[in-house]
């Protein structure tokens, strides 16, 4: 599986490739499931790798771990996706 950093420098770096409406989909901890925002609300601080800051739907901003972005979608379809991580017993 590419890392998610290496795919987010893909959408930015490779026109072609970064053609469409990009979304990631992170876990939040608080709500506990898989929030979507799209890209263009994500802010990517150069030299910064280890969270991005996210903008949501209700003006909020929150600082998300790169760790906890579980799926990437381009035009509504699931291009990547992380497994979950173990829960203990």
Same mark, same amino acid.
Not at 20 to 29: P, V
Not at 67 to 89: F, K, M
């Given at each position: 599986?590419?890392?998610?950093?290496?795919?987010?420098? *893909?959408? *930015?770096?490779? @026109?072609?490739?970064?053609?469409? @409406?990009? @979304?990631?989909?992170? /876990?939040? *901890? =608080?709500? *506990?499931?898989?929030?979507?925002?799209?890209? $263009? #609300? =994500?802010?990517? +601080?150069?030299?910064?790798?280890?969270?991005?800051?996210? =903008? +949501?739907?209700?003006?909020?901003?929150?600082?998300?771990?790169?760790? #906890?972005?579980?799926?990437? /979608?381009?035009?509504? @379809?699931?291009?990547?996706?992380?497994? $979950?991580? $173990?829960?203990?017993?």
């Amino acid at each position: 599986m590419i890392p998610i950093r290496s795919l987010l420098d *893909r959408i *930015r770096w490779d @026109a072609e490739f970064g053609r469409g @409406a990009f @979304a990631l989909g992170y /876990y939040d *901890r =608080v709500e *506990r499931k898989i929030v979507q925002v799209p890209l $263009a #609300r =994500v802010h990517l +601080e150069p030299g910064n790798h280890f969270s991005f800051t996210a =903008v +949501e739907a209700d003006g909020s901003v929150h600082e998300v771990p790169f760790h #906890r972005v579980r799926e990437v /979608y381009r035009d509504g @379809a699931l291009i990547w996706q992380r497994s $979950a991580p $173990a829960r203990p017993p």
